[in-house]
């Protein structure tokens, strides 16, 4: 199994990142795309407008984000932003890149325990 990890897209880019993935529906400010040095922005992998505005006003409402983002990730388009993902994985490391402050609570991060429980349903 190749390793999933996340990283704030402010951090510079390491070889070790494998595959880089921007999971943020916005553009982050003050980033380049050659500074980013993407592979793929996978808006479709990030929560819904609506889920991302109910997250930011209410932090603490972590579990809460959890089971609706896990929701959104199970349904079109979500649903194959995830299979997409899930296929990178199989074929080398993934890293899961978002501009969230927030290192521990952000979407990447939800997405990553998603993606770690759908891989290890097999």
Known sequence: MHPLRIKRIHAPPAPSDGCRILVD???PRGISRERARLHEWLKDAAPSHALRTQFHARPEEWPDF???YGAELA???G???VRHLLALLGEGPVTLLF???DEVRNNAEALR??????RGRG
């Open 99 to 101: 501009a969230a402050r």
């Open 66 to 68: 959890l089971v609706a």
């Open 79 to 81: 649903e194959a932003a």
């Open 25 to 27: 529906r916005l553009w």
């Open 113 to 118: 325990l998603y993606l770690e429980n759908r």
């Open 75 to 77: 349904e079109p388009p």
